[in-house]
């Protein structure tokens, strides 16, 4: 009974260790919030991509309403 309660351990740690670098961000950006005059249509933000590799990038806006369909 010990050896299997030792093993499944040892196979989540593993587990764990082999999924936790997907974890690990290649995008910065350049802020956390955007503030903007009411007079303006657009506004700039500033993605950079830190890795080797090309990324895609996906983003939206929403109100905030969690009931809006």
């Known amino acids: 009974m010990f050896f299997n309660t030792k093993y499944t351990a040892a196979l989540c ?3 764990c260790v082999a ?5 690990i961000a290649d ?4 802020g956390t919030r955007v503030i903007y005059k009411s007079d303006q249509k657009s506004v700039n933000i500033r ?3 830190k890795g080797n590799n090309p990324l895609l990038v996906q ?3 929403d109100t905030g ?3 809006q369909c």
């Open 13 to 15: 740690f593993a587990t």
């Open 19 to 23: 999924f936790s670098s997907s974890a």
């Open 65 to 67: 309403d969690d009931n």
């Open 59 to 61: 983003s939206w806006l």
């Open 47 to 49: 993605l950079e991509n």
């Open 27 to 30: 995008i910065v950006i350049s």
